[in-house]
């Protein structure tokens, strides 16, 4: 399966962009490449995903390597509810399984 | 809309005993992904349906089972409880089986096996 690193932990401050970083250096073409937080004491709640391209949504956006080894979630005016443990995930049907395999993430305080 | 609802949220079991979770995914949902959390292992796959058809299986025992209804709903079940099953036991919905959809996570269960 394909794997991804992203760091430990990251702090931010309160209104300030923030940057998520993610290494999927063995990802194959057909991977997309998804983003979940998990709030405390919550189920995982879907951020954003993408193929290729960079994505836009409400909640964030994604930026996506040219050569897709590696992505960035940025969150652009982080909140206190913002801290959470973000998870990139690699899904692709055609692959393995197709599930969603969850490493383990980044925990993102936000201070006030 | 409702969200994923699953039942019970606490549940409190003796180790050798059975049990069955239930998972109502959002309507119009039909593909129903189990997930378990524990503090040691972090989330992990325990299988997907999707009409009524297991799709994936995660590397878990025969002990760990599911099955998926003609309405969409969702339950597993668990055999001969050992006490390393506790966990929070995640479903998850999507409106069809794909890689290109987002899944959307209930409360999920607080399973302790004492």
């Known amino acids: 399966d394909a794997k991804t690193t992203q760091p430990n932990s990251m702090e931010s401050n309160e209104e300030e962009p923030v940057h998520l970083p993610c290494n999927h250096s063995?990802?194959?073409?057909?991977?997309?490449i998804h983003w979940y937080r998990q709030l405390p004491s919550q189920g995982p709640e879907y951020v954003i995903h993408g193929l290729t391209s960079n994505v836009n949504n409400r909640m964030a956006s994604l930026a996506i390597a040219e050569d897709r080894k590696s992505s960035t979630l940025i969150l652009h005016r982080a909140t206190l509810r913002d801290a959470a443990v973000y998870y990139c995930?690699?899904?692709?049907?055609?692959?393995?399984?197709?599930?969603?395999?969850f490493g383990k993430g980044t925990k993102l305080s936000v201070k006030p | 809309k409702a969200g994923v609802t699953q039942t019970p949220r606490y549940l409190i079991k003796t180790r050798g005993q059975q049990v069955t979770l239930s998972c109502s995914p959002i309507?119009?949902?039909?593909?129903v992904s189990w997930y378990q959390q524990t503090p040691g292992q972090g989330l992990q796959f325990l299988f997907e349906y999707f009409s009524e058809t297991q799709r994936n299986k995660g590397n878990f025992p025969g002990r760990f089972s599911g099955r998926q209804f003609s309405n969409s709903r969702s339950e597993m079940n668990v055999s001969t409880l050992e006490l390393g099953d506790s966990a929070l036991y995640l479903c998850?919905?999507?409106?069809?089986?794909?890689?290109?959809?987002?899944?959307?996570f209930g409360q999920g269960t607080r399973l302790t096996v004492v």
């Open positions: 998850a919905s999507s409106p069809w089986y794909s890689d290109n959809t987002e899944a959307f």
């Open positions: 309507s119009g949902h039909r593909s």
């Open positions: 995930i690699l899904r692709d049907l055609r692959g393995s399984q197709g599930n969603l395999i």
């Open positions: 063995t990802i194959s073409g057909t991977d997309y």
